[in-house]
């Protein structure tokens, strides 16, 4: 019941994100506008030039982590900028506001994918080699990232330098997620067996899961700094 409880009060503070989102578009605006730039710089540079995977697998990446940085710690900097913060304090559990912020930047990273992965594939003329693990890590590889980002944007939000402080302390973090990621969509669009991949996405699974469980266990401390 607890659980369900929990669950319900996340969903409130996820749709309040969205409500808020979809008025404002700040976050939205600013990874979709960040990636499609950066791919669309990349691509022109390189004209007719066709790319090995071993590099544009680190491209792939490269420009969702940074797409990332550019707006998925809005979900806590808001609050503290409109002075809602302490009102969620007061009104909900630490663990239902992270999950719900968690949710958001989830659909956030996921909506930008949507977007991005089509354009990525024809503009750097990409092989799609084995889908089901290219999507396979694509998804898991976005919860890592959301997750981190996620506790890093509580950590940060009170900063004064907020924008330069979320990279440089979700960079360390993230890394083996981006190694795997990297490794794994390497071996995808190369058309691997899955067998070749499970190493990848074993490590992805295993750090998503580490830092969303740490995450929860040390938000409460954030939170009530």
């Not at 409130?12 to 979709?32: G, P």
């Not at 979700?170 to 794994?184: E, H, T, Y």
Request: proline share 4%.
């Amino acid at each position: 019941m607890r659980v369900w409880m929990l669950l319900a009060k996340s969903i409130v503070v996820f749709q309040k994100d969205l409500r808020l989102e979809f008025r404002t578009r700040y976050a939205l605006n600013a990874i979709a506008m960040f990636a499609i730039t950066t791919l669309t710089a990349i691509s022109f540079s390189l004209g007719p030039v066709s790319l090995r995977t071993v590099v544009m697998a680190p491209l792939l990446w490269i420009i969702l982590f940074f797409s990332a940085m550019s707006g998925l710690a809005h979900v806590f900097v808001r609050e503290e900028e409109q002075q809602t913060a302490d009102t969620l304090r007061l009104l909900l559990p630490p663990n239902a506001i992270f999950l719900g912020k968690w949710l958001f930047n989830i659909v956030l990273l996921l909506g930008l994918e949507v977007i991005i992965i089509p354009l990525y594939f024809v503009m750097m003329d990409a092989p799609m080699g084995n889908p089901s693990i290219f999507f396979s890590i694509l998804v898991i590889g976005s919860l890592g990232l959301a997750s981190v980002a996620t506790i890093i944007a509580a950590i940060i939000s009170l900063a004064s330098s907020r924008g330069a402080l979320f990279s440089v302390l979700s960079f360390p973090i993230v890394l083996p997620i981006l190694i795997s990621a990297i490794s794994g969509t390497q071996l995808a669009l190369e058309g691997a067996p899955f067998s070749d991949c499970l190493n990848s996405l074993k490590v992805l699974f295993s750090f998503t899961v580490i830092i969303l469980t740490t995450s929860l266990l040390v938000f409460e401390f954030v939170w009530r700094k």
